[in-house]
Nanobody
Framework: QLQLVESGGGLVQPGGSLRLSCIASGFTFSKYTMSWYRQAPGKERELVAV????????NYPDSMKGRFTISRDNAKKTTYLQMNSLKPEDTAVYYC?????????WGKGTLVTVSS
């Protein structure tokens, strides 16, 4: 059964850190480009980070550079998002995406709340 399951979200104070994980099953993980997106209340879903396959390049939108780090472990079929110096405006549901050409899979998301 094909699945992407995110975890690691929660409540964190401003300035804190979190590491999100996305565990994949049911498809050949190593062939897929893995990305993290987020959607804040009342806003559109936006790209946070991309880790491509097979080239292994990493890309961040300009607005996400500096505080977010994406990584992947193909042996564990897992993608990570390390988030540092979190701000209240980082509050959102964070989603994992797997993409190969025209095929795209989404997880159900994990909620990150940045608040004091």
């Amino acid at each position: 059964q094909l699945q992407l399951v995110e975890s690691g979200g929660g409540l964190v104070q401003p300035g804190g850190s979190l590491r999100l994980s996305c565990i994949a099953s049911g498809f050949t993980f190593s062939k897929y480009t893995m990305s993290w997106y987020r959607q804040a209340p009342g806003k559109e879903r936006e790209l946070v980070a991309v880790f491509t396959s097979p080239l292994g390049s990493i890309n961040y939108p300009d607005s996400m550079k500096g505080r977010f780090t994406i990584s992947r472990d193909n042996a564990k079929k897992t993608t990570y998002l390390q988030m540092n110096s979190l701000k209240p405006e980082d509050t959102a549901v964070y989603y994992c995406n797997a993409r190969l050409i025209a095929t795209s899979y989404w997880g159900k998301g994990t909620l990150v709340t940045v608040s004091s």
